[in-house]
């Protein structure tokens, strides 16, 4: 089986990754900028024919974003590979020790995973953000994308592997599976014998199915039903600001902005400007009876399900609410864990706001499409994390490596 021969394969470089120095890993991330830059043009010819059929299977437009690669984001790609040479090793990092009083010297010390899976969809980016961030961290990692971009994925990981064959080291550091098949996935999801972790990155749905299906330990990321809440005395143009940049500057990424609260002593200032603001990029507001009273029959009535949806598009769920209390009721309830914020000139609401809200990343007057690991200076994400155990909010190196104990001794037994 085509998981079998991945996982051996893995096992084997994990050996090699798991070891290498700090020279030799940026040396592969280096040949593998310049590759991407160098094979530029056909990255984007392959690339282009699977967005052009997306479009004709009718995808919307923020998905056919999150598929698109141009020469802009290549670009970006080979430089945050040259960022993440300039990272400190997440690997060797003494996190504790003691000195036992039987002289034994103890010390807790990062450590690689050792094979990390990834399962994906729609962004091939991530093809690159994986590998690199598991090279970086000293992990053999077992990519697999949606169907939808798996000619691009795969040339991608060919790029990779390249790079790595021509610095001299084993090629199946990264590897990538071409069968988008669910048997495979779902084959993919229970090798427990080969990895160590398994990260999914995607849609509600997809998370769903590996968080239920797999059997080796898994980070839940990704699904993000962020909210802004405008407080009674918000600064209007701010909070217009931000509601726009969080709805509509990517509205199919996860950090971005999905339900809006704002306080009734607000509402009839911030709603019309927000609308106004909404029309350039004819985003569709559903709104409760209050918000439909101020801004008319052009908000569609609001249900229940819309409030729990992760629209990723130019849609957003509205609420007037009578209080910071009532919001924060609203979003534990439909929340699910990414990013919040508040908008407000109240320093007390702002501090109970962070303290009530128990998301991954909560924010006071400025924008959730914060929630990256390369804005929070960590370098490149492998994903933002919305469970508790291990990670939480974006996932850099440090997150991709465990711990282990290495103890000295001169001769001691426990009596």
């Known amino acids: 089986m085509i998981i079998d021969t991945l996982g051996m394969n893995a096992l084997e470089a994990k050996k090699q990754i798991g070891i290498m120095s700090s020279y030799d890993k940026n040396a592969i991330l280096f040949k593998i900028s310049e590759n991407l830059l160098k094979e530029a043009s056909s990255i984007i010819e392959v690339n282009a024919g699977e967005v052009e059929t997306a479009r004709q299977n009718g995808t919307s437009g923020p998905m056919l974003d999150r598929l698109r690669l141009d020469e802009k984001r290549i670009n970006g790609m080979s430089d945050a590979l040259l960022e993440l040479m300039n990272a400190p090793d997440p690997v060797g990092r003494i996190l504790d020790g003691s000195t036992r009083p039987n002289g034994m010297q103890i010390r807790k010390v990062t450590v690689p995973f050792g094979v990390v899976g990834m399962i994906y969809e729609s962004r091939p980016n991530v093809t690159v953000d994986a590998g690199s961030l598991a090279i970086k961290s000293g992990n053999a990692v077992i990519l697999r994308g949606g169907k939808e971009a798996v000619k691009t994925n795969t040339l991608l990981a060919d790029i990779m592997r390249r790079s790595i064959a021509s610095s001299g080291f084993d090629e199946n550091i990264v590897q990538i599976i071409t069968d988008t098949s669910h048997e495979t996935a779902d084959l993919f999801m229970k090798a427990n014998d080969y990895l160590d972790l398994l990260i999914p990155r995607g849609g509600r749905s997809l998370i ?103 629209f990723l598009d130019y849609i957003m769920s509205v609420r007037v609410v009578d209080s910071l209390d009532t919001a924060i009721k609203h979003i534990q309830k439909y929340s699910t864990g990414h990013s919040e914020v508040i908008v407000t000139n109240d320093y007390s609401n702002a501090a109970k706001f962070q303290q009530r809200i128990d998301s991954a990343c909560v924010y006071v007057n400025c924008s959730t499409r914060f929630t990256d690991g390369g804005e929070f200076g960590l370098g490149a994400e492998i994903g933002i994390s919305t469970q508790k155990l291990h990670a939480r909010g974006p996932m850099g190196l440090s997150e991709l490596t465990t711990y282990k104990y290495l103890i000295n001794g001169s001769g001691q037994v426990r009596p």
Do not use: W
């Open 208 to 310: 769903k199915s590996v968080v239920k299906n797999a059997t080796v330990p898994v980070i839940e990321t990704g699904t993000g039903n962020c909210h802004i809440y405008v407080d009674y005395n918000a600064d209007i143009d701010m909070a217009v600001d931000i509601a726009d940049n969080g709805k509509t500057q990517r509205p199919g990424v996860c950090n971005a902005l999905e339900s809006c609260l704002v306080h009734e002593s607000a509402a009839e200032k911030f709603l019309p400007a927000l609308a106004s603001r909404f029309k350039e990029h004819n985003v569709e507001l559903r709104g409760d009876e209050r918000t439909r009273e101020i801004l008319g029959d052009s908000v569609v009535p609001v249900t229940e399900e819309d409030y729990a949806t992760e």
